[in-house]
């Protein structure tokens, strides 16, 4: 998260989901200097925050890869271009200017900008919270394991029955000196096979049971867990809450952008009906449209290359074909001559 409380940019992306990080490349291609924005603490958008240990089949190139693997590669793709990264942000107001836009986040941070591309998705992502949690989130509390290697020796316990939790219990289990899992079910709701594979693993599995109290000075050290009403006090010196999110298109609702069905209206040049504001990925509708990474990945090209040429008539929105450029040292080719 940035200190600042003020950014210009080019070009700022609203929304750090797969089809963003993809259209930050491409923006530094066209060499624009470019904001990130969302309101996660990490990038990746559903991937990072669903399915990150889940394989992807349907990415062109790779036959498989990991949710948070992709990531990773988008965030490398990205990186030779510095795009300015706002994670924790959520863009709430617009304000509309001759050829200029201003954004304010709710944490009141400003970013003016001359073209916007939204990859907002199904929008701000919220995690449930732990009833029980308290103030200890990042005092050993977490909604995401974004760095297993913080877990590493550690007491973990997991809440949630879900995809993710079984997926994050499994993942830890050897990492972590103890894992707990806790659902306040009889059944999980995670796929069939990760439900196989956390019976088969030496993870504490508890069921029927919520955590009822979350202790520890400044950081979590014991948790209680009433299972059936009878309370349990464990060591824990990590507890992960996963126990979904709600998401929330909201504030970019009321940016006076067309919208349909609560998606964004664009065109075949992923234009908005605000010269100046695209849009791609999951949040844009438009005949035909088929909700994927694959086709986020395309309609994001389209737009900011669009973008590009709306910024600067005298280039061509096309960017020419990258692999004609031989790269700068450790970087990727630039084609903003075009
Ligand atoms: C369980 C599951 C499995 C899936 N499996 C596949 C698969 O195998 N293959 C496939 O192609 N697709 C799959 N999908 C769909 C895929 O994840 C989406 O198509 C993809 O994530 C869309 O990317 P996006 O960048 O458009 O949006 P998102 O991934 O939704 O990212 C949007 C980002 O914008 C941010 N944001 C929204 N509003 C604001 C705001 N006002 N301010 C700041 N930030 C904001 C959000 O926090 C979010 O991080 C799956 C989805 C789920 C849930």
Redesign the pocket.
Known sequence: MTEATSLQVDLLI???????LFGAYYAGVRTLSTAV????EEPG???TA??PE?A???VAGFPAIKGRDLVDELLKQAAPHNPHYLLG???VELERGEGAFAVTTAAGLRIDCRAIVI???????TPRPLPAGGDYLGRGLAHFVPDPARYVGEDVVVVGGG?SALDWALMLEPLAKSITIVHRRAEFRAHPHSVELLKASSVNILTDAQISGVRGDPDVTEVDIDVLGTVHTITCSRLVAALGFTAN?G??MEWGIEIKKRQIVVDSMGRTTVPGIYAA???VDYEGKV????T?FGEVATAVNNAAAYLNPKVSAFPGHLSDYVPAEGGTPTAASK
């Open positions: 609203v929304g750090a989901g797969p089809v963003g924005l969302d309101s996660l958008g559903q991937i669903m399915y889940k992807i089949f349907d942000h959520q863009a990859t907002g998705g199904i929008g701000t992502f995809d298109l504030p970019l990925g999951d949040i909700k994927l990474i694959a986020g």
